[in-house]
């Protein structure tokens, strides 16, 4: 298929305006913010020794932090800060999204900024400095008559440094929740749309690209004294801040459903999202979010709905180690999140739980049927699994229950595990029932007989404030119950198919075709 | 010779930090010195002599350690050193000029600061390029980097003039200019510095400029005062520095009288 007919980039053409818009919005609300902290720091320091380092070298390990990592941060931090705002003077604030991306960026921006304002001043000749003073100024005059205005080309090189960086790293904003250029890639990356990962990459640079040459502009004008250049280049800034912001005046939602980092969540979030619209309502998803983020979201009404799994929560929130038969497992986990004003709305019907699977023949082979069978065997095999599984508990139970220890353990992209798993790189992966491509590579879960793995049923919740929405229970209750494990598997397997018809829209459709019948 | 005088230094004294444990270095040793009003003073000096800190010490561009400096009666301590700065003309080595600025806006600086009207900060500049002989239409609107040497030191000097002081302080002025500009400047700045009734103390390593310019020339050594008096009295000095000072140019003067006989274009 010729890669520019392919229909995803129209799709990817269409949610431009908005992860374009909010892209630059938090941006430029994390350089503002930047720049307001640091050009006054910046101007403090030039004259003190102490604080110029100690300065320079805090901004400095900031910025040897990764700034997913940096931005991950922000949102605990910001969590614990909001629920002391609420208990001391009576107010919160969402952690989610806009403000933890904008501290977080705000910070990354910040070194650039003060070595090179600091730089700019120290390089104004000690003559001019004098002849300053020599003529009748104050400090205060001769910092802004003379001292600023010859340090500012500098000083522009280190604002234009800090905005390359700033749009770079917002793309990593999107799992905490801020809509981003981000959002193609991590969707992309989770459903192999590759049309999408090259579409948010192209875009990003691009911005960035168009940002840098504009301010270059003003950085030239101000080298060479040349006002027009300088008020040309920052017309361009302007107007393209204006133009994102037009289209984020008309759009607002009335619902907006979450999905966690992998296909299955961008398949559902689009199912439900299509549910509301077919109802009446504009809904849209937010992508990409990590399991906390997603969760306490939900709790503090920044997302109205998403679908998680009855094991995730009860290891991960309520920090069971314990196991359950299932619908105990259910009752219990309900009953908990009333508590906190969540409604566990109702179970879609199937599982996507923990399990171990190998290639189909190599278990016949060796007359591996259940993971007891497995652990004789593991001594001299290898494990994959994805990020976190090695540290839940899931596995440290496994290991319990049966005694396991493989030969090796590996981290691996839960996409490529499949394959690994097919190829005989690795023997046996850590895999999700629900996934499609243990039937695609003739693989086989082995029986959990000794119920070490709790069940993880996949379950809608719906946010405090939604509690009570009958308009949107209506919407999503003809989906509970429905999807079996077989369509979940299919669908999820259509969504890495990497053609047109793979978007989590397309499959989303495709879905309710299926299950509508019923 | 004019009789109160303008400016009186009484025993100043200033030392540095020498820095890393080093001993302080004195820069200027108990000197006492008066300036009378319409006179043109030279301190002449090699480098490390303290002339320079002197001169910075008078219009509190750096503090007095002991001793007391009075402009007009008044000890300048008294006086706050911004308003002290705005009234009394200082023109830099090599200028000083603002890169950023263009030549109108170097020179009405200190008026501008003084709160002087837009419109009389004009005319003032209109005035002072023609005093001090530049082009009025073609050199207003230029940045310093535009100019020549001694253009700069021209526009250094109409600066020092703009907000009509009575004193001027002058720090090397002509130091970095060639031969014939230098000469040219000079005798231009000693025409206004008479026709402005200035009291002008001018700082310079050069001893033929001091007796060529000034009234009165004062020999500053290890930050002591080694004499001082009008050219004439100066060569009845006993001490062996200004003695040696003295007779360079004098030498200098012969073999180039020896070596360029008169005729032609000399």
Redesign the interface.
Known sequence: MNLFSDPRWGEALAHLPDYLGNHVRVSVAALALGLAVSLPLAIAARNRRVMRGALLSLASIVQTVPGLALLALFYPLLLALAALTLSWFGFGFSAFGFLPAVLALALYSMLPVLRNTITGLDGVEPAILEAAKGVGMTPRQSLFTVELPLALPVMMAGIRTAAVWVIGTATLSTPIGQTSLGNYIFAGLQTQNWVFVLFGCLAAATLALAVDQLLALVENGLRQRNRLRAMLGGAGIAALVAVTLVPSMARSSNYVVGAKTFTEQYVLSALIAQRLRAAGFSATSREGLGSNVIFEALKSNDIDAYVDYSGTLWVNQFHRGDSRPREQLLDELKAVLAKQDITLLGELGFANAYALVMPKKRAEALGIHSIADLAAHAPTMSLAADYEFFSRPEWASLQKAYGLSFRAQRQMQPDFMYAAAASGEVDVIAGYTSDGLIAKYDLVVLEDSRHAIPPYDAIVLLSPRRADDQALQAAIKPLLGKIDIADMREANLRAAGGDGASSPDAVARWLWEKIGKR | MPTAPLIAYAHVGKSFDGGRGAERVIAVDDVSLEVAEGEFLAIVGGSGSGKTTLLRLT?R?IEADTGHITIEGADVRAVDP??L??RIG?V???G?????LSVADNIG??PK??GTSAAEISARVGELLDLVRLDRAQHRDR?PEALSGGQRQRVGVA?ALAAHPRIVLMDEPFGALDPLTRDALGDDYRALHNKLKLTTVMITHDMTEAILLADRVVVMRGGRLLAEGTPAELSASYDPYVGELLRTPRRQAERLGALLPRGGAA
């Open positions: 219009n561009l911004v308003q700065r705005r200082y830099f080595q090599s000083g000029l603002f890169p950023h600086v200190t600061l003084l940045l600066r």
